[in-house]
């Protein structure tokens, strides 16, 4: 195999919402003591649930799981209100890990309902997030898109009061593809006040598209569960380069590295940075000659943690 070079994302891994879901698990355990239970994966990655598994967190997908009156955590992804109305009815005690920039999704729904608007949802169906967004608002109020196909299906009055949100980890080309299809369709259609792909999306987006124009291939770590990752994937298939997902160095493929001199390297919101480290030295073995960045952007943005936690 002919020698390449590494060039890495920056930013790439963590996102301060999943910093701070991960932080939350970890102080509620000190705090409580084990076992503690997490709804859903606290964020999308195998690596990062052994971890805390190791350290007495249970997961689990449903709350009838959890035994009364006990821990839970909320994950990162958000869950609907029936789920939040579930555990105060069987005493337990929640602690919510949900991103604040979720949250602001949520109240963004909430306040366009408030305001006699439909809500059209863009998002991937079955996403825990889109679960959780979904469960916001009473049943009739929010209507799920997923593709621009979708926007011609819709039967919607074009003189309705309606507006849109989105889920946080779509992929930013796509989703202005959507947006631009429901302006067309439905002129009138309001959006949120910001943004709400996150900026962590977008910034990990942007890297793979400046990875894209010197790269022959680039490698994503992450979860097949995980949105964001999935999103760096097709981002830059779509900009014409060979691109895989791996949960890990051992899924490493050296056949995807034929004719490369210069082999991408990045990884989504809910991957660790130690996976980063081991994949690059699976590729120091295969003939991998320096490594070297490029960086985007630099994020400095943190959460604060639950009031009860701080001090743990």
């Known amino acids: 195999m002919s020698e390449f070079s590494v060039i890495l994302a920056r930013p790439r891994g963590f996102c301060a919402g999943v910093d701070r879901a991960i932080d939350i698990v970890e102080r509620a355990l000190r705090k409580f003591g084990a076992?503690?239970?997490v709804r859903h994966e606290i964020v999308h990655n195998r690596r990062v649930v052994e971890q805390l598994r190791a350290k007495g967190a249970i997961f689990v997908e449903e709350l009838t799981d959890v035994p009364e009156s006990a821990v839970v955590i909320f994950s990162a992804h958000g869950v609907s209100k029936g789920v939040v109305d579930e555990a105060a009815e069987r005493r337990l005690?929640?602690?919510d890990a949900t991103c604040p920039l979720v949250t602001k999704v949520?109240?963004?729904?909430?306040?366009?309902v408030g305001h006699g608007k439909h809500i059209i949802l863009i998002g991937h169906a079955g996403h825990p997030e889109v679960e959780g967004t979904l469960g916001q608002v009473g049943s009739g109020t929010m209507t799920l898109v997923e593709a621009v196909?979708?926007?011609?299906?819709?039967?919607?009055?074009?003189?309705?009061?309606?507006?849109?949100?989105?889920?946080?980890?779509?992929s930013m080309d796509d989703t202005a593809q959507i947006v631009a299809a429901l302006r067309h369709k439905y002129p009138r259609i309001e959006g949120p006040r910001q943004e709400d792909i996150c900026y962590a999306t977008q910034n990990r987006q942007n890297a793979v598209k400046a990875l894209a124009q010197t790269c022959q291939v680039i490698l994503v770590l992450g979860a097949p569960n995980s949105s964001n990752s999935n999103r760096l994937v097709e981002v830059a298939i779509q900009a014409g380069v060979r691109s895989h997902l791996l949960q890990t160095a051992g899924d490493l493929d050296p056949g995807w590295l034929d004719g490369a001199t210069q082999v991408g390297v990045t990884a989504g919101a809910s991957a660790p940075e130690q996976l980063v480290q081991e994949l690059i030295e699976a590729l120091r073995t295969l003939g991998a000659t320096g490594v070297d960045s490029i960086?985007?952007?630099?994020?400095r943005v943190q959460f604060s943690l639950p009031s009860e936690l701080t001090d743990a």
């Open 295 to 299: 960086q985007v952007a630099e994020e």
């Open 106 to 112: 949520h109240r963004e729904a909430d306040a366009m």
């Open 149 to 170: 196909e979708d926007v011609d299906t819709l039967d919607l009055d074009p003189s309705a009061d309606i507006a849109y949100v989105t889920q946080t980890t779509l």
């Open 35 to 37: 076992p503690i239970y």
């Open 93 to 95: 005690h929640h602690v």
